[in-house]
């Protein structure tokens, strides 16, 4: 993998900001969640959307009980892990207990859009234990739209943080 991260450029159509063209730097590279939970979750929740805490709030859980005001983000343990991070000794696994409403950033980790002009980002990888994972999923143009995409949007485009 490029030592700087870089795995793809993404660029839109700047009316409707639809996928126009993805520019690979990198192919085959695969990615599962592992569920270990060491470089995200357990460092803390992210910052939130107001579109995140909206999300929050319509799945049933009170902005009180999860939002840090002063920090703009999700509140954390006192181990520093995020609040809805919980172990499933069954399965021996972390599990996120909001996961189907989770915040935009945690739906893109371990990726990460940079801007690069107003209608090119380009996606980079952080540090993760999934990526390079034989069982993963191909990190292809059908990856970035079914997994990444909506949350692209959200954050990159039309960015609205509490």
Do not use: W
């Amino acid at each position: 993998m490029k030592s700087d991260g870089k795995i793809a450029q993404v660029r839109f159509e700047p009316r409707t900001h639809n996928l126009h063209n993805i520019t690979f730097y990198i192919r085959n590279l695969r990615f599962k969640c592992k569920r270990c939970a060491t470089f995200c979750c357990k460092l803390g929740g992210p910052s939130l959307s107001l579109k995140d805490v909206e999300r929050l709030k319509k799945a049933g859980h009170c902005e009180h009980e999860f939002l840090d005001a002063t920090q703009g983000g999700l509140k954390n343990t006192a181990f520093g892990s995020c609040i809805f991070l919980t172990f499933d000794k069954q399965k021996s696994a972390y599990r996120c207990i909001v996961y189907r409403h989770r915040p935009a950033l945690c739906r893109l980790y371990p990726f990460h859009f940079e801007k690069t002009s107003p209608n090119s980002f380009v996606l980079k990888v952080m540090a993760c234990s999934g990526i390079s994972y034989r069982a993963g999923e191909l990190v292809n143009e059908m990856f970035i739209i079914a997994h990444l995409y909506d949350a692209l949007k959200e954050l990159c485009l039309k960015p609205k943080f509490y």
